[in-house]
């Protein structure tokens, strides 16, 4: 990840003893590359020099500093944690410098967070996006770690324990009214076992900030692990500008800054009061009337059944049939009949067929009361367990996000499930990006690219649960009337294969074209071939060309002739006439396009940065190495004997050709970072 808004809206990690004050818990790297021994390093070396003595000299532990001049700046921050004193704060610092020159060699941006302080340095001054203007609370995106176990009291009264400790914390880190405005707070909670908890923000800050950047963790935290089990018994959530803490032994120095009580316990149940105890007179009476009223229960229950086997015999047996996930409750999403689709889709007639994918065929559907909705007819059967099907729709189902198609339920019916989903009029993305008489204009190419990262984005770091889509193409993007894309079909490979939580599959789900390498020829997954994916769509749309379209194997793909004219100097004559602001933001779209679709994923960047990259023009970006290529069956007779290797795609099979290589010169058109 990299910095500012996204690079340094990053990572937490958790312990469950507490940790000293040099434990680096996450360094993250932007991959924006500076020369050796240039001048940006002599820059970041005199921030190294100086930044340790003035943060452990600073009232508050902070410190920010510049050194040089654009595009050799080197900018920084450090943030010691409010109850280190001066030696560990300067310590910290400095081994942070060290460990994220040793992590990122040569990288320009790296955020270290450690137990004890957090340093961020950067090329680009990351701290301008402290302004009002710039601000936005709702793109911080930490990725959240948990240690988890058990408690003696119920999980509802230990999640309102630290709800109430995280809102004491909160409101005390940001009351800090002194000249330093040392947003810091420590708490403890008397409770079983004993709740701690810290919550800090950068001085930059404003109180509104401060409050924005916890409330953002906070949410966060809730979201994925108050209402989840088994319970997080320590968590602890970084951001540069902000953190926030609990667990259950201590992890700061000194008394807590606050002395919290336990919220109340849950009512206890109701409890049945004993029989006091009777004469011998009366336990003879009331034996012989429990012994009268259990022979008349047991008579009038026999007739009962009786009666009742009768007169539901039919209705039994038309229901033995029946999908057992009809006996589930409804829980948060619709359970939906198969009679009521059949109807709203006109038995699945073709004028209603939407379109077909890899993983089933979608209708278009109008419920009686009016409603549009579409429902996809899943291919084969999942492989799940009832139960654990009706979860994972459940889970789907609660997932929302504006760059995401709403999920609204789902029918079981035999060996077969369909999903229903809202309605998206405008239908998907290839039907405009590929039509020359449904033309887009540039902002909304880019107001898409944008959309889908965004998307991506919420699915992989956001979410209740990380969803790799796998499948995320032209056709799979949807827009509504406002041109706003939606992304369809996520979690479909989550739902439909078993295992889906390993880092590898024996079942590949995707499109060709779209599906990076290392995945398409070994099964193995990671959010890095959601990148590779959103890559090619990303130059798709700026080139208005599609990378699977052509079936003539002599034709090189999208992805070869965007590189060739790339290395030529002369990708303008893919753009469709646009200049001035536009054509910069394309140029940066192909850029930004490029990188996503590397061969090795560990040089594509993570989508939080490629948001980030989209949305900052000001940040330089590193270099495009050369690409996966996909060609046809032939492949270009330039070689070289570098030992490179580079992927061929020829429409039905993968083949990794040794030795490949194009024309190694660099790009001389630039264009206004």
Same mark, same amino acid.
């Given at each position: 990840m990299i910095a500012a808004r996204y690079a340094t809206a990053v990572v937490l990690a958790l312990v469950l003893l507490p940790l000293p004050a040099a434990v680096t818990l996450k360094i993250s790297c932007d991959g924006s590359v500076y020369t050796a021994n240039g001048t940006f390093q002599a820059n970041l070396d005199l921030l190294a020099a100086a930044l340790p003595a003035n943060a452990s000299a600073s009232p508050s532990g902070f410190v920010t500093a510049s050194v040089g001049a654009? $595009?050799?700046?080197?900018?920084?921050?450090?943030?010691?944690?409010?109850?280190?004193?001066?030696?560990?704060?300067?310590?910290?610092?400095? #081994?942070?410098?060290?460990? #994220?020159?040793?992590?990122?060699?040569?990288d320009k941006g790296v955020a270290v967070y450690s137990d004890a302080c957090v340093l961020r340095f950067a090329g680009i001054r990351f701290l301008d996006f402290l302004q009002g203007d710039q601000w936005l609370v709702s793109e911080l995106v930490p990725v959240v770690d948990t240690a988890t176990g058990s408690v003696n009291a119920s999980d509802a009264w230990f999640r309102a324990a630290v709800t109430a400790i995280f809102t004491a914390l909160v409101d005390r880190a940001v009351a800090a009214t002194n000249e330093t405005r040392k947003y810091f707070a420590t708490g403890e909670m008397d409770f079983d076992p004993k709740l701690y908890g810290l919550a800090q923000c950068a001085p930059d800050l404003t109180p509104a900030q401060c409050q924005g950047c916890l409330g953002q963790l906070f949410r966060v935290t809730e979201l994925r692990y108050l209402s989840a089990r088994p319970l997080s018994l320590w968590t602890s959530a970084f951001v540069v500008w902000c953190s926030l803490r609990y667990g259950v032994s201590p992890f700061y120095e000194g008394r807590a800054m606050l002395q919290l009580a336990a919220p109340p316990a849950p009512s206890p149940e109701a409890t049945i009061t004993p029989p006091i $105890?009777?004469?011998?007179?009366?336990?003879?009476?009331?034996?012989?009337?429990?012994?009268?009223?259990?022979?008349?229960?047991?008579?009038?229950?026999?007739?009962?059944?009786?009666c009742l086997c009768f007169r539901f015999r039919r209705r039994i047996k038309a229901t033995e049939n029946d999908h057992s996930l009809e006996k589930i409750g409804r829980a948060h999403c619709a359970i939906f009949d198969l009679p009521t689709l059949q109807q709203a889709t006109e038995h699945f007639s073709e004028r209603n067929k939407l379109g077909e994918g890899g993983f089933g065929t979608v209708y278009k559907g109008i419920l009686s009361d009016g409603q549009v909705i579409a429902v996809k007819t899943l291919l084969g059967t999942t492989g799940h367990g009832l139960q654990q099907l009706h979860n994972e729709v459940v889970l789907l189902a609660e997932l929302q996000h504006k760059n995401l198609v709403r999920l609204q339920g789902f029918c079981p019916h035999q060996n077969d499930t369909l999903l229903v989903y809202e309605y998206i009029k405008n239908g998907s993305l290839d039907?405009?990006?590929?039509?020359?008489?449904?033309?887009?204009?540039?902002?909304?190419?880019?107001?898409?690219?944008?959309?889908?990262?965004?998307?991506?984005?919420?699915?992989?770091?956001?979410?209740?649960?990380?969803?790799?889509?796998?499948?995320?193409?032209?056709?799979?993007?949807?827009?509504?009337?406002?041109?706003?894309?939606?992304?369809?079909?996520?979690?479909?490979?989550?739902?439909?294969?078993?295992?889906?939580?390993?880092?590898?599959?024996?079942?590949?789900?995707?499109?060709?074209?779209?599906?990076?390498?290392?995945?398409?020829?070994?099964?193995?997954?990671? $959010?890095?071939?959601?990148?590779?994916?959103?890559?090619?769509?990303?130059?798709?749309?700026?080139?208005?060309?599609?990378?699977?379209?052509?079936?003539?194997?002599?034709?090189?793909n999208l992805l070869s002739d965007v590189w060739d004219h790339w290395t030529k100097g002369t990708i303008s004559q893919m753009l469709h006439r646009l200049d001035g602001y536009a054509r910069n933001q394309a140029l940066r779209c192909i850029h930004i396009g490029l990188l996503c679709v590397q061969q090795d994923p560990g040089h594509r960047p993570d989508i939080s940065a490629v948001v980030f990259m989209l949305t900052r023009d000001s940040m330089e970006l590193r270099p495009p190495s050369q690409p996966a290529f996909f060609f046809g069956r032939e492949p270009p007779p330039a070689s070289r004997s570098n030992g490179q290797s580079s992927y061929l795609y020829d429409q039905s099979d993968f083949v990794l050709q040794q030795s490949f290589s194009v024309n190694g010169i660099t790009l001389t058109e630039p264009y206004p970072r």
């Open positions: 654009a $595009p050799d700046q080197a900018n920084a921050l450090a943030l010691c944690r409010g109850d280190t004193n001066a030696s560990a704060c300067a310590a910290c610092v400095a #081994a942070a410098f060290q460990d #994220a020159q040793q992590a990122c060699p040569q $105890p009777e004469s011998g007179a009366g336990r003879k009476r009331t034996a012989a009337g429990i012994f009268a009223g259990v022979a008349c229960s047991v008579v009038l229950m026999f007739l009962l059944s009786v039907n405009f990006l590929f039509d020359d008489s449904r033309g887009l204009n540039w902002e909304q190419q880019y107001n898409i690219i944008l959309g889908i990262a965004k998307g991506i984005l919420y699915l992989h770091e956001d979410s209740s649960m990380r969803i790799i889509h796998r499948d995320l193409k032209a056709n799979n993007i949807l827009l509504d009337d406002d041109m706003e894309p939606k992304i369809a079909d996520f979690g479909l490979a989550r739902l439909l294969e078993e295992g889906h939580t390993q880092s590898r599959t024996a079942r590949v789900v995707g499109t060709l074209g779209y599906m990076a390498p290392e995945y398409a020829m070994h099964g193995n997954v990671s $959010p890095k071939i959601d990148v590779f994916s959103f890559g090619v769509l990303a130059l798709e749309i700026v080139t208005r060309r599609s990378n699977c379209s052509s079936n003539d194997h002599s034709t090189v």
